[in-house]
């Protein structure tokens, strides 16, 4: 048992820091989205969520050791590019959600979480902190 959660430490550690991260993004979404254009609220609601997102998965779920200040900003460099990617993939998904299917906002925020999360996931372990997976 203690092996398999090992071998799955990652991916473990990863699903719950990114429920966390995802309900920063929801939670941050609900209370701007009626006060503002979703769309603003969208990327306010990403930019919380990516600053607490860079700080776990460094610290607790790829466990990223950097040496200098070069090596910091190379890092974090690659993971805010790639959180941009997915805040492109993010804003597509909101669009067709809610502008062109008419959905609930809110449903469709919880939908696009899961597609960004696990697309952050291959993001992270690929190409922002694969050092560590050598």
Sequence with gaps: ????????????AYLFFGGLTTLVNIITFAILQPIMNYQFANILAWIASVLFAY??????????KTHGLLALFKEMGAFFFF??????????????GISVLNANPLL????????????????SKWYIFKSIHK
Excluded: E, G, P
């Excluded at 048992?1 to 473990?12: D, T």
């Excluded at 997915?86 to 669009?95: E, F, K, R, T």
């Design 55 to 64: 700080v776990t998965n460094k610290l607790w779920v790829f466990s990223s």
């Design 1 to 12: 048992m203690i092996s398999l959660f090992k071998k799955y430490q990652s991916v473990i």
């Design 83 to 96: 959180r941009v990617l997915s805040l492109l993939m993010d804003i597509v998904i909101m669009w067709l």
């Design 108 to 123: 469709t925020k919880i939908i696009d979480n899961v597609i960004v999360v696990i697309a952050n996931y291959f993001f």
